[in-house]
């Protein structure tokens, strides 16, 4: 099995930028498929980024209110996950959690996926 540990955490203002860190011990992550999710307060927690391989090839996914703005990149060497957040807005205030799937192709259902980190916060205001 894997565990996961974010890092990043950090209150910016509108139009920022923030880099989330997903660091991996006890198995390499190209054995699962990695996504990011958050949850904010009084809501359901929501699919933000996803990254699979399928042969050759890696896939990504992102959620439709994120694509454009975030990337989703993995670092094979140091067993990271990351996620560039950009022009954030406030709306992007929530609890974000990193994640990892036996099962592939990446589903955008948080049941899918089979381990978790304990979130990391990010805040967005002026």
């Known amino acids: 099995q894997v565990q996961l540990v974010e890092s990043g955490e950090g209150l910016v203002q509108p139009g920022g930028s923030l880099r989330l860190s997903c660091a991996a011990s006890?198995?390499?992550?190209?054995?699962?498929?990695m996504a990011w999710f958050r949850q904010a307060p009084g809501k359901e927690r929501e699919f933000v980024a996803g990254?699979?391989?399928?042969?050759?090839?890696?896939?990504?996914d992102f959620g439709d209110l994120v694509k454009g703005r975030f990337t989703i990149f993995r670092d094979k060497n140091t067993n990271t996950v990351y996620l560039q957040m950009n022009s954030l807005e406030p709306e992007d205030t929530a609890v974000y959690s990193c994640?990892?799937?036996?099962?592939?192709?990446?589903?955008?259902?948080?049941?899918?996926?089979?381990?978790w980190g304990q979130g990391t916060q990010v805040t967005v205001s002026s």
């Open positions: 994640a990892a799937s036996i099962t592939t192709p990446l589903g955008r259902a948080s049941y899918k996926y089979d381990y």
């Open positions: 990254v699979w391989s399928g042969g050759h090839t890696d896939y990504v």
């Open positions: 006890g198995r390499a992550i190209e054995h699962y498929g």
